[in-house]
């Protein structure tokens, strides 16, 4: 229960922040620093945080949008 909270406990990352914690994960799996039961939880909480980083990017690029068609008009 407390690795499914930390899982999602995401909202106080920065998209900077989830990327370094994810390229650290990515990281510790393939080098095989870890043992199995770990890298599990490692790897959910790794597409916890691509999933995060998803999210951030595509209200950017909405963001982006929005401020490009008020310059178009």
């Known amino acids: ?42 790897y959910e909480r790794g597409m916890a945080l691509i999933k995060y980083c998803r999210t951030i990017l595509q209200k950017a690029e909405k963001r982006i949008e929005k401020i490009t068609e008020l310059e178009d008009k």
């Open 1 to 42: 229960m407390a690795g499914e909270k930390r899982k999602n406990d995401l909202g106080g990352l920065s998209f900077e922040e989830a990327i370094k914690e994810l390229t650290n994960i990515v990281g510790k799996i393939e080098q095989g620093q870890i043992p199995l039961q770990d890298s599990l939880q490692q």
